[in-house]
T-cell receptor, first 113, second 112 residues
Framework: DAGITQSPRHKVTETGTPVTLRCHQT?????MYWYRQDPEHGLRLIHY???????DKGEVSDGYSVSRSKTEDFLLTLESATSSQTSVYFC????????????FGQGTRLTVV | SQQGEEDPQALSIQEGENATMNCSYK?????LQWYRQNSGRGLVHLIL?????REKHSGRLRVTLDTSKKSSSLLITASRAADTASYFC????????????FGTGTRLQVTL
């Protein structure tokens, strides 16, 4: 398995609280991604990063922010969690962006109550 | 909105049979990729086919790409129970070198 670690793996939080998910890689890949997976929508891109401090929005970025202060870490923050953000969150890394294969973490199951 | 749409949504076959899944997309692409996801796990990359390629093989996997029809197919030959998983296509659209857009997936069940 590629060296990707997501933490935490499971989290239950209350509506209105901020939540931060962490993705850590040991592969030194340039690109890092956050996706959410929902049964009715499949996998959707939230935010991605193409280098340290270089990030951009995906298709479902509202209510989420990201930061990448070093190559190996990509943080996803839910600024004020809502029930609609209950989902499974996946981090992925890629050496060459969309033109090379992506490696996925094991996922974080987040429940907002 | 999803770029790729897989068909069928679910497929059930017996071990030893072949499984074919299709993916249709809407815009021009640089490449198309297929991924597998076992229940409760992350996605695993299977194969990447570039827009100037028509067919690619990897072990028991065969992928075709028809850019004129904006469609791709994934064939798994001689399926095994261990192939039970969800399969997703993902497209790298022309002009967006950074992002992959995933379809909603095909759930494959292989029974003994």
């Amino acid at each position: 398995d590629a060296g990707i670690t997501q933490s935490p793996r499971h989290k239950v939080t209350e509506t209105g609280t901020p939540v931060t998910l962490r993705c850590h890689q040991t592969e030194n890949h340039r690109y890092m991604y956050w996706y959410r997976q929902d049964p009715e929508h499949g996998l959707r891109l939230i935010h991605y990063s193409y280098g340290v401090k270089d990030t951009d929005k995906g298709e479902v970025s509202d209510g989420y922010s990201v930061s990448r202060s070093k190559t190996e870490d990509f943080l996803l923050t839910l600024e004020s969690a809502t029930s609609s953000q209950t989902s499974v969150y996946f981090c992925a890394i890629s050496e060459g962006g969309a033109n090379t294969e992506a490696f996925f973490g094991q996922g974080t199951r987040l429940t907002v109550v | 909105s999803q770029q790729g749409e897989e068909d069928p949504q679910a497929l059930s076959i017996q071990e030893g049979e072949n499984a074919t899944m299709n993916c249709s997309y809407k815009t021009s692409i640089n490449n198309l990729q297929w991924y597998r996801q076992n229940s409760g796990r992350g996605l695993v990359h299977l194969i990447l086919i570039r827009s100037n390629e028509r067919e690619k093989h990897s072990g028991r996997l065969r992928v075709t790409l028809d850019t004129s029809k904006k469609s791709s197919s994934l064939l798994i030959t001689a399926s095994r129970a261990a192939d039970t998983a969800s399969y997703f296509c993902a497209t790298a659209n022309t002009g967006t070198a950074s992002k992959l857009t995933f379809g909603t997936g095909t759930r494959l069940q292989v029974t003994l």
